[in-house]
């Protein structure tokens, strides 16, 4: 039912609005943390907009209010008579959205009398932020450490959070190998816990603080640990888990002893109670639980994590990923048998009195780099099959997990990949999507050049409108691109309207090559730095000639030159909608030289925080034309090699030279105002496992001696033998 007036407390506000002295009554329900927050925002645009403060009468009303009957959930209206402005939400987070609007709308010079009417509704119910916490981290790297002072800072969460809800994310999904230790100290277990009661008390009052401001801002909370891990501290004091008990590795095989059965559930059991707020778990199978078969896994979930919810005592959401392995192995497979037995585990999960319909069931979109092409190729594991779709579900619904684990330093943001990426995946079984990275945390800015003054301070401000666009759009599909067109004139002026096209164009290079160049696992491509796994030698290299040549494609209308070549050398050829290398090379040049050219003019001299988003676009473009030149140079080498005709030699050499040029090019760009970048790529040393390697740092110009080697390589080259 529609909250009357009389349970609304008059806030009054007063400003000057084109040019005239005017006074705003705010009305809002001084009972609901989300109205508080919504008028909070409203007031804070206000005073940036240099608005005088007054108590008087009002002759311009805004009024907040929540309507469930009229509207749906997360959806809201804006109706504006001239004298009154009325923002109505479905519930209160749709509330916050519509204050958001008209925040958005003051942000870009927009008079209050001014404003339009308008209405939004979600398009998916489900829009995560993934969030790898820095401790205790699924991969144990500096490069992820280096943030654990900025994630202990509330300030943090708070600028964090404010950007959520600004761009429509509505659910921060908080994942750690073993998370309760931070957050409880566990009442039957207290050796668990490795910290002193004043250490746990400053972890829990983190925690609270960042719980209680995503729920003032309408945010969920879930938590999502791996399995199957213990504290070391729990470890060595029962002897169990011990040949891992510092979680070096996130692999291995699984102790399913029945202490720590009861250990797990307990501890779930107990953090949900301390904290009420948290709004539901997730559950993963893929980790340390080698050795169990998929049944094995999910029974052993349901007798830890499930159970333990239920004895928490109160209605609980659940992410229900499905399972990584489907044997005994943790690297990664799929089979039809999992998908049955993973859909009838989370129907019974469905049934669940404690548990809220529907269950989110996630699965990654195309593995690890969901930035490549936006047809679903493959899952964790390989391919996905019909099982959890056909029949349709009634108590769960399909999310898809966006990893990026390719551009960390660069900015990005193509919203015609965003829009396509839903549109061709999102039918009626699917609920949503997570957004997010495994080897790469957005706290710390530890890009930035030290001495640059620039209008941010954490590292997701940088990635400013890769969140605006997935969350925006996720939200709303129709969004228009004026909406972050906008964005861009009201951070820098007139002059940078042309940044959002720029962006656009430049910003397919790295899903280009991650759709000619396939992948599986995170370290396998590194889009930004055109590196990838070489499991040869296991590491993370540069990605060679041959490697160009020999890769297979991933998405299936592209074409590899080693076929390319060996097709045209026998006289066939392509379907017209077939991306062949030479078809990629002239897309690559044209959109790259056209967003160098919508950028070649700007000034930048005034703004650090403009040069670097000039200088991003830049970066984006030359090295798309630096991987033009060699798809170019590749082809003529593998002619060459299989052909002879030293004229393909030469092609060959001289656009490997030309592809050197672009990438020096790149280092001028970055070098003065990128610092070199600690990375989570590893590389195997001395027969140990793969560990991370905490030495190795990214910079363009350190991979120089690579891209060079491409050159000579072709100078040297000679005919295979038998041709």
């Given at each position: ?582 078809v990629l090379a002239r897309l690559l040049r044209q959109d790259c030289n056209k967003a160098l050219a919508l950028v070649k ?15 991003d676009i830049k970066a984006w473009a030359n090295l798309g034309l630096h991987f033009a030149e060699r798809l170019e140079g ?23 030279q030309d592809a050197l040029k672009y990438w020096d090019v790149v280092i001028s760009i970055t070098r003065p105002i990128y ?49």
């Open positions: 039912m529609k909250k009357t007036a009389a349970c609304f407390t008059t806030c009054f506000i007063s400003f000057i609005v084109a040019g005239f002295s005017q006074s705003v009554n705010i009305l809002y329900s001084k009972t609901s943390p989300q109205a508080i927050y919504a008028a909070g925002a409203l007031k804070k645009s206000l005073s940036k907009k240099q608005l005088a403060v007054k108590e008087a009468n009002a002759n311009f009303i805004i009024d907040l209010t929540v309507d469930t009957g009229k509207l749906a959930k997360e959806a809201y209206s804006i109706v504006n008579n001239g004298k009154k402005i009325t923002v109505t939400g479905g519930d209160e987070r749709g509330l916050i959205y519509g204050s958001l609007s008209i925040v958005e709308d003051l942000g870009n010079g927009i008079n209050l009398q001014n404003i339009k009417g308008a209405s939004e509704k979600p398009d998916l119910p489900f829009r995560a932020i993934k969030y790898d916490l820095p401790w205790d981290t699924y991969r144990r790297s500096f490069s992820l450490d280096q943030h654990v002072e900025t994630c202990k800072d509330l300030n943090y969460w708070e600028a964090f959070l404010d950007m959520m809800a600004e761009n429509r994310f509505n659910a921060l999904t908080l994942w750690n190998l073993h998370p309760y230790t931070y957050m409880i100290k566990a009442k039957n277990f207290p050796e668990a816990s490795p910290f002193s009661d004043k250490e746990l008390q400053e972890w829990q009052s983190l925690f609270h603080g960042i719980f209680r401001m995503a729920k003032e801002r309408a945010i969920e909370i879930y938590i999502i640990p791996f399995n199957i891990f213990v504290s070391p501290a729990f470890a060595k004091a029962h002897n169990v888990a011990m040949d891992n008990p510092d979680h070096d590795y996130f692999f291995g095989k699984a102790d399913t002893s029945e202490i720590i059965k009861r250990y797990t559930r307990e501890s779930v059991t107990q953090m949900l109670q301390e904290y009420p707020e948290i709004t539901g778990m997730g559950l993963t199978h893929g980790e340390y639980m080698g050795g169990m078969i998929p049944r094995e896994r999910e029974e052993w979930i349901s007798a830890t994590i499930i159970e333990g919810m239920r004895m928490a005592g109160r209605k609980l959401k659940l992410v229900h990923r499905i399972p990584l392995s489907a044997n005994t192995g943790s690297g990664g497979s799929t089979s039809i048998e999992t998908e049955r037995l993973t859909r009838k585990v989370i129907e019974a999960e469905g049934n669940l009195d404690f548990i809220e319909a529907p269950i989110w069931s996630d699965l990654k979109f195309n593995w690890s780099h969901a930035h490549s092409t936006p047809k679903l190729i493959k899952v964790h594991g390989g391919k996905m099959y019909d099982a959890l779709f056909n029949p349709l579900p009634k108590n769960y619904k399909i999310t898809w997990t966006a990893r990026n684990e390719d551009f960390f330093c660069l900015r990005w943001g193509v919203p015609e990949f965003v829009r396509e990426h839903i549109a061709l995946n999102t039918p009626g079984y699917v609920g949503g999507y997570f957004l997010g990275s495994e080897a790469y945390i957005p706290a710390k800015d530890y890009f930035t050049k030290a001495g640059m003054k620039v209008d941010w301070k954490y590292a997701f401000e940088r990635q400013w409108l890769f969140y605006k666009i997935w969350g925006r759009l996720l939200y709303n599909p129709a969004t228009p691109d004026d909406k972050f067109k906008a964005e861009f004139t009201r951070r820098y002026g007139k002059q940078a309207e042309n940044l959002l096209q720029a962006s656009a164009l430049a910003g397919k290079t790295p899903l280009r090559l991650g759709s000619f160049f396939d992948f599986t696992w995170d370290f396998t491509l590194y889009s930004e730095g055109f590196m990838a796994l070489d499991s040869k030698v296991k590491r993370v290299e540069y990605i060679s000639i041959n490697r160009l040549i020999n890769q297979p494609v991933t998405d299936p209308d592209y074409v590899s030159v080693s076929e390319y070549v060996a097709t045209t050398s026998a006289g066939g050829s392509f379907a017209g909608n077939k991306i062949t290398p030479p003019n700007i000034n930048t001299s005034n703004s650090n925080s403009l040069m670097y988003e000039v200088a590749a082809v003529a080498l593998h002619t060459y090699k299989l052909k002879g005709g030293e004229e393909n030699k030469q092609h060959a050499v001289q656009h490997l610092n070199d970048m600690p990375l989570t790529h590893y590389s195997e040393e001395n027969g140990k496992p793969w560990r991370q390697n905490d030495n190795l740092r990214f910079h363009w110009e350190k991979i120089r001696p690579d891209v060079s080697k491409d050159v000579e390589y072709a100078k040297s080259a000679v005919m295979n033998s038998g041709n």
